[in-house]
């Protein structure tokens, strides 16, 4: 079992700043990616970016550019930078982690408000 703790959510104005963090915790030597998705009001949940446990990475469309993914694997802990926010980037953001022959891990959320 691995349990995913989220935080660094808030209210921010457009164009401002947040750095999201995900602390794991249980059985971790088995995580391998992690990824922050997030869902907003009404939509479905997406992936926002990805990190293998090496460090490549994936970012989707809206976020490549202004997000930076990233962890520390010896803390348990993943990161996103979230620069130059937008109003739609407001979401519950959720942190996942993937465990061979498990079912993917999930955090309770952090809520993302970016205001205009």
């Known amino acids: 079992q691995v349990q995913l703790v989220e935080s660094g959510g808030g209210l921010v104005q457009a164009g401002g700043s947040l750095r999201l963090s995900c602390a794991a915790s249980g059985d971790t030597i088995c995580i391998s990616t992690m990824g922050w998705y997030r869902q907003a009001p009404g939509k479905e949940r997406e992936l926002a970016a990805a990190i293998t446990r090496s460090g490549s990475t994936y970012y989707s469309d809206s976020a490549k550019g202004r997000f930076t993914i990233s962890r520390d694997n010896a803390k348990n802990t993943l990161y996103l930078q979230m620069n130059s926010l937008k109003p739609e980037d407001t979401a519950v953001y959720y942190c996942?982690?993937?465990?061979?022959?498990?079912?993917?891990?999930w955090g309770q959320g952090t809520q993302v408000t970016v205001s205009s």
């Open positions: 996942m982690a993937d465990c061979v022959a498990t079912p993917s891990y």
